[in-house]
């Protein structure tokens, strides 16, 4: 695990955009499997303002989203499908063959885990995964308490969640399940990258980075991740005990 230190969001924002660029002029057929939310917003437009400067070849690439709300219609503005178009798909003019993102309000919603399951296999695995942390220590929809065996699956989500989650929408809205990666296939993308900004997170990133693994705090599996980045600003790194993390 490797942790980057920065003075604040937007220089958290640039370093990552840079290394997402970078793996695509190096494999433009990348695997990205992307979060939504708060945390990465700064960084999908830097992303995307860095992709255009350097008139960067995205044709290729193949987005898979993270996770999604179970109940709620792609069209609103708070579902992971809206949110991920319009910060990046259409920005950059990805066509839907290069997407795979999950519908929260399919039918059936273990085909929705077995299908998904299925496309990262034939593409071969995720290249580079990005995801939040909840303030639970949750990343992706996986909980505390989540068994670390599990990939695609629908979740029941934590109290917590359903409260902090209505900051995505408009009105109120019913939040009690999610379609999300399991920790398998965390395990296995070949980076992880983990984005934390504010000091609203700086707690639960100290217990997940200093503090001992645990399924309670699933967000500190990352630590036994070959390739995992925590990129944190100053402030969501505030509360880290051990200085020997300051590597930037
Ligand atoms: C969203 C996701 C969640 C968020 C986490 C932090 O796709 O996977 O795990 O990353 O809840 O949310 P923000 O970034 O809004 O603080």
Not at 18 to 28: A, F, G, I, R, T
Not at 106 to 112: E, K, V
Not at 203 to 229: C, F, M
Request: glycine share 8%.
């Amino acid at each position: 695990m490797t942790i980057r230190i920065f003075e604040d969001d937007a220089a958290l924002a640039a370093d990552v955009a840079q290394e997402m660029v970078k793996l695509v002029q190096e494999k433009p057929d990348a695997v990205f499997c992307l979060a939504t939310g708060e945390s990465p917003m700064r960084t999908y437009a830097a992303m995307v303002q860095l992709a255009k400067e350097k008139d960067v070849d995205f044709s290729s690439v193949n987005f898979i989203g993270l996770d999604e709300w179970v109940g709620i219609p792609r069209s609103n503005p708070g579902s992971c499908y809206h949110f991920l178009h319009e910060r990046i798909f259409q920005p950059l003019g990805i066509q839907e063959s290069q997407i795979y993102l999950f519908d929260g309000m399919a039918a059936d919603l273990q085909s929705q885990c077995t299908r998904m399951n299925d496309h990262i296999a034939q593409l071969g695995g995720i290249d580079w995964m990005l995801v939040g942390i909840g303030m639970n220590g949750h990343i992706g929809f996986n909980e505390p308490g989540i068994s670390w065996d599990k990939r695609v699956h629908v979740a029941d989500l934590a109290p917590i969640t359903q409260t902090v989650g209505q900051k995505y929408f408009q009105s109120e809205m019913v939040l009690k399940q999610g379609l999300t990666m399991g920790v398998q296939h965390i395990l296995e993308a070949r980076t992880v990258a983990l984005l934390a900004n504010g000091v609203r997170k700086a707690a639960i990133i100290q217990s997940v980075l200093e503090g001992e693994v645990s399924n309670l705090l699933p967000a500190s599996v990352l630590q036994q991740h070959a390739n995992a980045l925590v990129f944190l600003d100053r402030e969501a790194a505030s509360g880290l005990k051990n200085s020997c993390f300051f590597t930037t």
